[in-house]
Nanobody
Framework: QVQLAESGGGLVQPGGSLRLSCVASGNTDTIVTMNWFRQSPGKEREVVAGVVWANNITHYGASVQGRFTISRDNAKNTVYLQMNDLKPEDTATYYC??????????WGQGTEVTVWS
């Protein structure tokens, strides 16, 4: 199994920045992809960004393209989400998720991001 722990959420004004972190532990050798999702009340969970662990290929949701950047630190088994130019519509609970080589999905507990002036 893989355990995930997110951090870095908070309250920020529009146009501001935050950096989220997700630390993976456990069977990290089984990680295929590591992704950030978000969900706000009344909405479906949305893919924000992801990275393929083997080759560092990244992808982004259309709504965050050009504003958010996903990166990783292999030595720390950590993925970061740098969020710039935040907008009120970015307000959500952000979750880190892992897809393993056995096709299992693991989730963190989520971290809250509120963009509010």
């Amino acid at each position: 199994q893989v355990q995930l722990a997110e951090s870095g959420g908070g309250l920020v004004q529009p146009g501001g920045s935050l950096r989220l972190s997700c630390v993976a532990s456990g069977n990290t050798d089984t990680i295929v992809t590591m992704n950030w999702f978000r969900q706000s009340p009344g909405k479906e969970r949305e893919v924000v960004a992801g990275v393929v662990w083997a080759n560092n290929i990244t992808h982004y949701g259309a709504s965050v393209q050009g504003r958010f950047t996903i990166s990783r630190d292999n030595a720390k088994n950590t993925v970061y989400l740098q969020m710039n130019d935040l907008k009120p519509e970015d307000t959500a609970t952000y979750y880190c998720g892992v897809r393993s080589i056995t096709h299992d999905d693991y989730w963190g507990q989520g971290t809250e991001v509120t963009v509010w002036s």
